[in-house]
């Protein structure tokens, strides 16, 4: 997966293999998830927790490596920010 930003005063480009993304979510606060709950509301909320997240990426890796140079994210703002994640 690939992450670019683009603003006035930023630009970078940041490589970020899928495979660490399970690895990534093993880090995430459980007071992250808490307050997701909150705002989702039901019945949503329930369903809103780190072993689900887990598992929907090691259910959808394949998929991801499958698309792999699809963009999922494209956005221009009026100000020249630019914002691109490609998997």
Same mark, same amino acid.
């Given at each position: 997966m690939?992450?670019?930003?683009r603003s006035e005063r930023t630009r970078f480009s940041i490589a970020v293999p899928t495979? %660490?993304?399970a690895w990534a979510v093993k880090r995430i606060p459980d007071s992250v998830f808490e307050r997701a709950r909150k705002k989702a509301g039901e019945p949503f909320a329930?369903? %809103?927790t780190k072993e689900n997240l887990r598992l929907i990426l090691a259910e959808c890796g394949d998929v991801l490596k499958e698309n792999k140079g699809l963009e999922v994210v494209h956005v221009e703002a009026a100000d020249g920010t630019f914002v691109s994640i490609i998997l």
């Open positions: 690939k992450i670019k930003v495979s %660490m993304a329930r369903h %809103m």
